[in-house]
């Protein structure tokens, strides 16, 4: 089948693309939590929190409502792409622009605010870190909505690469956290100019150009704003709680929670790949009126990813402590009851990771943004009770049920666009959760036997073992699935 050959190419792709970002990430986890310490570690991540908010607001949803239109008007009118792309760009540059010149000036008014004068240094860097930052996050869209997603795995390769090369690198040579930052901006400068002369050369002045179509900036404006109350409520959910650890608990807190945030997005990256990879499918089917193929669509790429993440979420509970203390040290051994906890947290990211922007595509962002400021409001009230009372711990619990309600929220919606399956869902997500509790017995038992690098390898994998068997004889992987994504 064509089709479903195309999205796989696609998705192993993006999938290789995931996978070194996830690898590259990993190794920086491990070696800069080693070489700076809790201390350091937490210091560069709350500044990247801050960049986080500041680099949001130089984009806004200009980049994602762009990218909808273009893969609309790849289907209908293709002389309408470069007024978008161009367009798109110059409101692109004005967000940065008032958004750098603000950082800098409150650089140090922020760095009081979290009674940290360490601070100060990272957040003047931090401007072009999120000049550059943002110029990525641009190119990549705009690929993702022509479908091209082998040029913007491509390119998320090149910056990851860069990244480990250069942060890791400077810190190396003695440079410390704020080496690291250095090292990461000119990853992002390197990466960010050479995916806009790609995207010019290859795309923007090889496109028909027709007149104007009359209303399309002001569409592509309209669509703009849902998209930017649902970015602006994402961004208070995942970022308010590393602020507030920084408030409350300080660098060390923002140690722990940060690298539990990372182990989970370390182990997302295959849904966070089909995401991306299938979003721009689901507009694409609809203008071709093909609503069920898009149904049956999300619906396999649903349940194949809880097929992996709920397995992945029990196991994580279990091997949470050993794995914290073998990979990184006893230092961080405070990390693990929040990973438990955010070991849930994967198994939901999973499912917004899959929903949330194809209802974006689906022309359902201003009921995604009601539902993430809601979801906002309640993960913030959570920390402000939790972290107080329970500390870092309170992050994560809150994280995870906001999280779960968005994610449940998000799946009603896009059943109110596409007619799925409900109680087929419902069968092939209790016979998963009934393989994970099958697994679970022997990881259980041989986690107490975990002390190093060796023995954490030899559980995992025998966990995956059992997993792939039991995945095998209920049917839910074969061999041509397998072969389908080699």
Same mark, same amino acid.
């Given at each position: 089948? @064509?089709?479903?050959?195309?999205?796989?190419?696609?998705?192993?792709?993006?999938?290789?693309?995931?996978?070194?970002? &996830?690898?590259?990430?990993?190794?920086?986890?491990?070696?800069?939590?080693?070489?700076?310490? @809790?201390? $350091? /570690?937490?210091?560069?991540? #709350?500044?990247?929190?801050?960049?986080?908010?500041?680099?949001?607001?130089?984009?806004?949803?200009?980049?994602?409502?762009?990218?909808?239109?273009?893969?609309?008007?790849?289907?209908?009118?293709?002389?309408?792409?470069?007024?978008?792309?161009?367009?798109?760009?110059?409101?692109?540059?004005?967000?940065?622009?008032?958004?750098?010149?603000?950082?800098?000036?409150?650089?140090?008014?922020?760095?009081?605010?979290?009674?940290?004068?360490?601070?100060?240094?990272? #957040?003047?860097?931090?401007?072009?870190?999120?000049?550059?930052?943002?110029?990525?996050?641009?190119?990549?869209?705009?690929?993702? $909505?022509?479908?091209?997603?082998? =040029?913007?795995?491509?390119?998320?390769?090149?910056?990851?690469? *860069?990244?480990?090369?250069?942060?890791?690198?400077?810190?190396?040579?003695?440079?410390?956290?704020?080496?690291?930052?250095?090292?990461?901006?000119?990853?992002?400068?390197?990466?960010?100019?050479?995916?806009?002369? /790609?995207?010019?050369?290859?795309? /923007?002045?090889?496109?028909?150009?027709?007149?104007?179509?009359?209303?399309?900036?002001?569409?592509?404006?309209?669509?703009?704003?849902?998209?930017?109350?649902?970015?602006?409520?994402?961004?208070?959910?995942?970022?308010?709680?590393?602020?507030?650890? $920084?408030?409350?608990?300080?660098?060390?807190?923002?140690?722990?929670?940060?690298?539990?945030?990372?182990?989970?997005?370390?182990?997302?990256?295959?849904?966070? %790949?089909?995401?991306?990879?299938?979003?721009?499918?689901?507009?694409?089917?609809?203008?071709?009126?093909?609503?069920?193929?898009?149904?049956?669509?999300?619906? !396999?790429?649903?349940?194949?990813?809880?097929?992996?993440?709920? @397995?992945?979420?029990?196991?994580?509970?279990?091997? %949470?402590?050993?794995?914290?203390?073998?990979?990184?040290?006893?230092?961080?051994?405070?990390?693990?009851?929040?990973?438990?906890?955010?070991?849930?947290? %994967?198994?939901?990211?999973?499912?917004?990771?899959?929903? =949330?922007?194809?209802?974006?595509?689906?022309?359902? %962002?201003?009921?995604?943004?009601?539902?993430?400021?809601?979801?906002?409001?309640? !993960?913030? *009230? #959570?920390?402000?009770?939790?972290?107080?009372?329970?500390?870092?711990?309170?992050?994560?619990? &809150?994280?995870?049920?906001?999280?779960?309600?968005? &994610?449940?929220?998000?799946?009603?919606?896009?059943?109110?666009?596409?007619?799925?399956?409900?109680?087929?869902?419902?069968?092939?997500?209790?016979?998963?959760?009934?393989?994970?509790?099958?697994?679970?017995?022997?990881?259980?038992?041989?986690?107490?036997?975990?002390?190093?690098?060796?023995?954490?390898?030899?559980?995992?994998?025998?966990?995956?073992?059992?997993?792939?068997?039991?995945?095998?004889? *209920?049917?839910?992987?074969?061999?041509?699935?397998?072969?389908?994504?080699?």
């Amino acid at each position: 089948m @064509p089709f479903i050959s195309n999205i796989a190419d696609r998705f192993r792709a993006e999938f290789v693309a995931r996978i070194v970002t &996830a690898l590259s990430g990993g190794l920086l986890v491990v070696a800069l939590g080693r070489l700076l310490g @809790p201390d $350091g /570690y937490g210091l560069l991540y #709350l500044a990247i929190s801050v960049f986080g908010i500041a680099d949001f607001f130089s984009r806004l949803g200009i980049t994602k409502s762009a990218a909808k239109y273009i893969a609309e008007y790849k289907e209908t009118d293709t002389s309408q792409i470069r007024h978008i792309i161009r367009f798109s760009f110059i409101l692109n540059g004005i967000s940065i622009t008032i958004t750098s010149v603000l950082l800098y000036f409150m650089s140090e008014i922020i760095a009081e605010f979290f009674s940290e004068p360490e601070l100060a240094p990272f #957040l003047l860097l931090g401007v072009l870190y999120v000049v550059f930052g943002n110029l990525v996050n641009y190119v990549r869209r705009i690929l993702q $909505g022509f479908e091209s997603i082998k =040029s913007s795995a491509i390119l998320q390769i090149h910056k990851s690469i *860069t990244r480990v090369a250069f942060g890791l690198g400077l810190v190396l040579f003695g440079y410390g956290a704020l080496g690291a930052l250095i090292g990461y901006t000119l990853s992002f400068s390197l990466v960010a100019l050479g995916g806009l002369f /790609y995207l010019y050369a290859k795309y /923007y002045r090889n496109l028909p150009v027709g007149r104007q179509e009359k209303g399309l900036r002001r569409r592509i404006i309209k669509y703009t704003l849902p998209l930017t109350v649902t970015g602006s409520a994402n961004l208070l959910q995942n970022r308010i709680d590393t602020l507030l650890v $920084g408030f409350f608990v300080g660098p060390i807190g923002v140690a722990y929670y940060t690298i539990s945030e990372q182990v989970v997005q370390f182990i997302e990256t295959p849904m966070s %790949a089909l995401g991306f990879t299938i979003s721009p499918t689901y507009e694409v089917l609809v203008q071709k009126g093909d609503r069920n193929r898009a149904a049956r669509l999300y619906e !396999n790429a649903l349940t194949h990813g809880l097929l992996l993440y709920i @397995p992945a979420t029990f196991g994580l509970i279990i091997i %949470a402590e050993p794995m914290i203390d073998v990979i990184l040290n006893t230092d961080y051994s405070g990390a693990s009851p929040v990973l438990q906890v955010m070991a849930i947290w %994967a198994t939901f990211q999973s499912v917004s990771k899959i929903t =949330s922007n194809g209802l974006d595509y689906l022309g359902r %962002a201003k009921d995604r943004a009601i539902l993430t400021v809601i979801v906002s409001i309640v !993960n913030i *009230t #959570l920390n402000l009770i939790l972290i107080p009372t329970v500390g870092v711990v309170g992050a994560a619990v &809150a994280t995870v049920i906001a999280t779960g309600i968005y &994610a449940l929220g998000c799946m009603y919606f896009i059943s109110t666009e596409l007619q799925l399956r409900t109680l087929w869902l419902t069968r092939y997500i209790s016979v998963i959760i009934l393989i994970s509790l099958i697994m679970s017995g022997p990881v259980y038992i041989l986690a107490d036997y975990i002390t190093g690098f060796v023995s954490l390898f030899f559980v995992v994998i025998t966990g995956g073992v059992i997993w792939f068997v039991l995945s095998m004889i *209920t049917g839910f992987i074969t061999m041509e699935k397998v072969k389908l994504l080699l």
